[in-house]
Protein backbone atom coordinates (compact mmCIF):
# COMPACT_ATOMS: atom_id res chain seq x y z
CA UNK A 1 0.00 0.00 0.00
CA UNK A 2 1.58 3.58 -1.01
CA UNK A 3 2.54 5.49 1.87
CA UNK A 4 -0.20 8.64 0.96
CA UNK A 5 -2.79 5.88 1.33
CA UNK A 6 -2.06 5.06 5.05
CA UNK A 7 -1.18 8.26 6.04
CA UNK A 8 -5.03 9.12 4.02
CA UNK A 9 -6.18 6.26 6.76
CA UNK A 10 -4.61 7.82 9.75
CA UNK A 11 -6.11 11.35 9.02
CA UNK A 12 -9.38 10.44 8.34
CA UNK A 13 -10.43 6.33 9.65
CA UNK A 14 -14.02 6.51 9.27
CA UNK A 15 -14.64 7.16 5.86
CA UNK A 16 -17.86 4.89 4.30
CA UNK A 17 -17.10 2.33 1.82
CA UNK A 18 -18.07 2.36 -1.65
CA UNK A 19 -19.83 -0.22 -3.70
CA UNK A 20 -20.08 -1.21 -7.58
CA UNK A 21 -17.96 1.86 -8.43
CA UNK A 22 -15.37 -0.43 -9.97
CA UNK A 23 -15.04 -3.82 -11.61
CA UNK A 24 -12.60 -5.93 -12.78
CA UNK A 25 -13.08 -8.35 -16.07
CA UNK A 26 -11.77 -11.68 -16.58
CA UNK A 27 -8.90 -9.64 -19.07
CA UNK A 28 -7.74 -8.00 -16.29
CA UNK A 29 -8.79 -4.43 -16.92
CA UNK A 30 -10.74 -2.33 -14.66
CA UNK A 31 -13.62 -0.44 -15.39
CA UNK A 32 -15.40 2.86 -13.39
CA UNK A 33 -18.99 2.10 -13.33
CA UNK A 34 -20.68 5.57 -12.57
CA UNK A 35 -24.29 5.80 -11.11
CA UNK A 36 -26.03 5.39 -14.78
CA UNK A 37 -23.96 2.60 -15.29
CA UNK A 38 -25.06 0.71 -12.32
CA UNK A 39 -28.26 1.44 -12.81
CA UNK A 40 -27.86 -0.77 -16.20
CA UNK A 41 -27.05 -3.90 -14.30
CA UNK A 42 -24.63 -5.79 -12.93
CA UNK A 43 -21.02 -6.05 -13.95
CA UNK A 44 -19.96 -7.77 -15.69
CA UNK A 45 -23.20 -7.68 -18.15
CA UNK A 46 -22.63 -3.52 -17.77
CA UNK A 47 -19.25 -3.03 -17.71
CA UNK A 48 -18.90 0.89 -17.81
CA UNK A 49 -15.86 2.52 -18.68
CA UNK A 50 -12.16 1.17 -19.22
CA UNK A 51 -9.60 2.53 -17.19
CA UNK A 52 -6.46 3.23 -19.22
CA UNK A 53 -4.82 6.09 -17.73
CA UNK A 54 -1.38 4.22 -16.82
CA UNK A 55 -0.77 6.09 -13.50
CA UNK A 56 -4.16 5.33 -12.10
CA UNK A 57 -4.25 1.50 -12.69
CA UNK A 58 -0.97 1.24 -11.71
CA UNK A 59 -2.31 3.42 -8.19
CA UNK A 60 -4.89 0.31 -8.35
CA UNK A 61 -2.60 -2.04 -9.06
CA UNK A 62 0.23 -1.42 -5.95
CA UNK A 63 -3.44 -0.92 -2.99
CA UNK A 64 -5.35 -3.74 -4.16
CA UNK A 65 -6.50 -6.12 -1.47
CA UNK A 66 -8.63 -8.12 0.33
CA UNK A 67 -10.62 -7.86 3.44
CA UNK A 68 -11.26 -10.76 5.57
CA UNK A 69 -14.67 -11.58 4.32
CA UNK A 70 -12.78 -12.21 0.43
CA UNK A 71 -14.37 -8.92 -0.77
CA UNK A 72 -11.39 -7.58 -2.98
CA UNK A 73 -10.80 -3.49 -2.63
CA UNK A 74 -9.02 -0.45 -3.62
CA UNK A 75 -8.09 1.38 -0.77
CA UNK A 76 -8.16 5.04 -2.47
CA UNK A 77 -6.71 7.48 0.22
CA UNK A 78 -8.88 6.76 3.46
CA UNK A 79 -12.11 5.05 1.04
CA UNK A 80 -12.59 1.87 0.84
CA UNK A 81 -13.87 0.83 -2.93
CA UNK A 82 -15.27 -2.25 -3.42
CA UNK A 83 -14.51 -4.33 -6.59
CA UNK A 84 -16.94 -6.32 -8.73
CA UNK A 85 -14.97 -9.59 -9.92
CA UNK A 86 -16.20 -10.84 -13.34
CA UNK A 87 -14.23 -13.91 -12.34
CA UNK A 88 -11.17 -14.03 -9.70
CA UNK A 89 -9.69 -11.50 -7.51
CA UNK A 90 -6.48 -11.83 -9.62
CA UNK A 91 -5.98 -11.97 -13.26
CA UNK A 92 -3.13 -13.93 -14.40
CA UNK A 93 -0.33 -14.03 -17.66
CA UNK A 94 2.16 -16.83 -17.77
CA UNK A 95 5.42 -16.47 -20.33
CA UNK A 96 7.47 -19.24 -21.32
CA UNK A 97 11.06 -17.76 -20.18
CA UNK A 98 13.98 -20.92 -21.12
CA UNK A 99 12.81 -23.83 -19.77
CA UNK A 100 10.70 -22.23 -17.17
CA UNK A 101 7.44 -20.07 -17.32
CA UNK A 102 7.10 -17.01 -15.70
CA UNK A 103 3.42 -16.03 -13.72
CA UNK A 104 2.70 -12.20 -13.23
CA UNK A 105 -0.81 -10.80 -11.96
CA UNK A 106 -2.84 -8.30 -13.83
CA UNK A 107 -1.04 -5.89 -11.11
CA UNK A 108 2.47 -6.38 -12.35
CA UNK A 109 3.44 -8.76 -9.14
CA UNK A 110 5.41 -11.75 -10.17
CA UNK A 111 4.34 -15.44 -8.44
CA UNK A 112 6.32 -17.58 -7.17
CA UNK A 113 4.08 -20.25 -6.64
CA UNK A 114 1.48 -22.04 -8.11
CA UNK A 115 -0.19 -24.56 -5.38
CA UNK A 116 -3.13 -25.72 -7.89
CA UNK A 117 -4.71 -25.22 -11.26
CA UNK A 118 -7.84 -25.73 -11.53
CA UNK A 119 -10.17 -26.18 -15.05
CA UNK A 120 -13.76 -24.82 -15.09
CA UNK A 121 -17.15 -25.92 -17.30
CA UNK A 122 -15.77 -23.10 -19.88
CA UNK A 123 -12.56 -24.73 -19.92
CA UNK A 124 -11.00 -21.54 -17.97
CA UNK A 125 -7.66 -22.36 -16.61
CA UNK A 126 -7.30 -20.47 -12.78
CA UNK A 127 -4.54 -21.01 -10.71
CA UNK A 128 -4.04 -20.66 -6.44
CA UNK A 129 -1.00 -18.90 -5.84
CA UNK A 130 0.71 -17.30 -3.02
CA UNK A 131 -0.59 -13.66 -3.98
CA UNK A 132 -4.04 -15.15 -4.46
CA UNK A 133 -6.47 -17.17 -6.68
CA UNK A 134 -6.53 -15.85 -10.32
CA UNK A 135 -7.77 -16.66 -13.68
CA UNK A 136 -5.29 -17.11 -16.13
CA UNK A 137 -5.59 -14.48 -19.81
CA UNK A 138 -7.03 -16.17 -22.47
CA UNK A 139 -4.13 -14.74 -24.57
CA UNK A 140 -1.67 -16.77 -22.69
CA UNK A 141 -3.32 -20.25 -23.29
CA UNK A 142 -0.95 -21.43 -25.43
CA UNK A 143 1.89 -20.97 -22.90
CA UNK A 144 -0.21 -22.58 -19.81
CA UNK A 145 -1.32 -25.72 -22.34
CA UNK A 146 2.38 -26.35 -22.19
CA UNK A 147 2.98 -25.88 -18.94
CA UNK A 148 0.16 -28.49 -18.25
CA UNK A 149 1.79 -30.68 -21.10
CA UNK A 150 4.99 -30.89 -19.39
CA UNK A 151 3.50 -31.78 -16.00
CA UNK A 152 4.41 -28.57 -14.06
CA UNK A 153 0.55 -27.74 -13.50
CA UNK A 154 -2.17 -30.47 -13.37
CA UNK A 155 -5.47 -28.67 -13.08
CA UNK A 156 -8.53 -30.62 -11.33
CA UNK A 157 -12.03 -29.74 -12.56
CA UNK A 158 -14.36 -27.76 -10.14
CA UNK A 159 -17.38 -26.07 -11.33
CA UNK A 160 -16.94 -21.89 -11.47
CA UNK A 161 -19.82 -21.36 -9.11
CA UNK A 162 -17.95 -23.46 -6.34
CA UNK A 163 -14.89 -21.67 -7.13
CA UNK A 164 -15.55 -18.54 -5.25
CA UNK A 165 -16.37 -20.26 -1.82
CA UNK A 166 -13.92 -22.97 -2.48
CA UNK A 167 -10.85 -20.50 -2.41
CA UNK A 168 -12.45 -17.21 -0.35
CA UNK A 169 -13.37 -14.59 -2.50
CA UNK A 170 -16.27 -12.71 -2.84
CA UNK A 171 -17.40 -11.88 -7.26
CA UNK A 172 -19.74 -8.82 -5.52
CA UNK A 173 -19.20 -6.88 -2.76
CA UNK A 174 -22.33 -4.80 -3.57
CA UNK A 175 -24.76 -7.52 -4.07
CA UNK A 176 -23.35 -9.22 -1.17
CA UNK A 177 -23.95 -5.80 0.94
CA UNK A 178 -21.80 -4.12 3.26
Known amino acids: MDDIVRAALK ?37 GSRLLHRKLVEFIGRNYEADAEGAWFFQNGPQRVYVELEAAPLVLGVQRVDADYRV ?3 TGAEVRQVRSAWLDELGRLFLDTERGFGLLRSLDMDAAADAVAEGRWTPAERPFAELPRSFGYVLSPQRAGP
Open 104 to 106: QTH
Open 11 to 47: KWPRVPACHGWLGLDARGDWYMRDDRVQAAGPFPQVK
